[in-house]
């Protein structure tokens, strides 16, 4: 129950296991094409651009800024947390001038705050974090976006935590790179790294001046390669993740299967369920309110008194694995647990029985089932 990798889906377990082909072999190719259709479905962006490349979301954060910066060029770093701030170290690797926005722990940054910087000073991009999952604070891009739009500013969206479980429509909010990884709500195990691109975003990395920095993420040497598997045909330039690539589309299949505002509504109707159980246990989380918490995960503070290695590894004694905290000031303070991809009401049950348990044994002042109770109500 960690936020990612996630537990995967048997069927998608099972894809992975096939015979290894060749990245040429026709059924591999039809799946790569078909991995990359569908991923247009799952970002709501008929239009947009897919890269399906072998690596993981801190390579997708990568690929979009090496792509899209020039040195000295202006970007804007909104951050609600740890992986907000990533991007900056990225940015600064390529030689861009950062500007940081920073929401005080647990909160978003105002969105007068986003205009005022864009107004004060021209700027290329804004780079922001849709769930950063150190915090479980959820941002909506769409309003960030449109300021985006109206200050001629490209807009890059770190969903590696939203990606497949919370509300996105990447082309009618117009943001133009939403990128993720594999091993998150998008159910398959670590190392792909996913990305789609706006026409827009594309036109940008087509009239830059200088050269990509990078070579491995270098869309020149990508783009080409998507295009020949989206028109069927054979084609190289790094050797793909075959297995992982065939269990994409299994898991993207599930996916557009269920539905994705089905999905993402089941995401939701689980989250805030999980919330009140927690709350019912006069738990307090680390998001500053309800309507900024993420629905892929939920960052909870230790209660007061409450040892928290010793309540992790009680945890872990029923079998229940959470995580630590991972924002450094505040980092054993509070623990995490991802309810994303193929969750259900029954692995929430087992946390909240798991962490009830451990609570009593530590002679936190709750009756039996308080939580259990609320939940199930809820839902
Ligand atoms: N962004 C966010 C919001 C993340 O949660 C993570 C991983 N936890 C990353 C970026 C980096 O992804 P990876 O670990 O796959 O490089």
Redesign the pocket.
């Known amino acids: 129950m960690i936020?990612?990798p996630i537990e995967f889906e048997p069927d998608v377990l099972q894809a992975m296991s096939m015979a290894t082909t060749s990245h040429v072999a026709p059924d591999f190719i039809e799946v790569f094409g078909n991995s990359l259709e569908l991923m247009r479905e799952v970002w709501k962006a008929p239009k947009g651009q897919p890269f399906i490349v072998a690596?993981?979301?801190?390579?997708?954060?990568d690929m979009a800024i090496t792509n899209l910066i020039e040195p000295a060029d202006n970007v804007l770093v909104i951050s609600s947390?740890?992986?907000g701030k990533?991007f900056q170290d990225i940015l600064s690797r390529y030689g861009a001038n950062t500007t940081i926005l920073e929401a005080p722990v647990g909160e978003v940054v105002p969105i007068e705050d986003i205009e005022k910087a864009l107004k004060n000073k021209p700027y290329k991009a804004l780079t922001m974090?849709?769930?950063?999952?150190?915090t479980g604070v959820l941002i909506d891009p769409k309003p960030i976006a449109k300021l985006a739009k109206k200050y001629n500013v490209l807009s890059i969206l770190?969903?590696?935590?939203?990606v497949a479980g919370e509300t996105l429509q990447q082309e009618e909010w117009g943001i133009d790179v939403v990128l993720?990884?594999?091993?998150?709500a998008v159910g398959v195990p670590?190392g792909l790294?996913l990305l789609m691109a706006s026409e827009k975003a594309i036109q940008v990395w087509q009239n830059r001046k200088t050269p990509v920095c990078n070579y491995y993420a270098d869309w020149s040497n990508w783009l080409p390669i998507m295009k020949a598997y989206e028109a069927r045909k054979p084609s190289y330039f790094g050797t793909p993740a075959v297995n992982l690539v065939v269990a994409l589309e299994t898991s993207l299949k599930i996916i557009c299967n269920e539905g994705i505002d089905k999905r993402v509504k089941r995401h939701q109707k689980l989250a805030s369920a999980f919330r009140k159980a927690i709350a019912a246990l006069h738990l307090e989380i680390l998001p500053k309110s309800n309507n900024i918490a993420a629905n892929t995960l939920t960052a909870v503070f230790y209660p007061k008194g409450i040892d928290g290695t010793a309540l992790r590894s009680k945890i872990a004694s029923s079998n229940v694995i959470i995580a630590g905290g991972?924002l450094s000031e505040i980092k054993n303070d509070y623990f995490r647990i991802g309810h994303m991809g193929s969750v259900s009401v029954n692995d929430l049950l087992a946390v909240l029985g798991a962490l009830e348990r451990a609570l009593i044994e530590l002679e936190y002042p709750i009756a039996n089932g308080e939580s259990l109770q609320v939940f199930l109500q809820e839902l």
């Open positions: 936020p990612g690596g993981t979301g801190t390579l997708a954060m947390g740890y992986f990533r974090t849709h769930v950063d999952t150190s770190d969903g590696v935590c939203s993720t990884a594999s091993q998150k670590p790294a991972l």
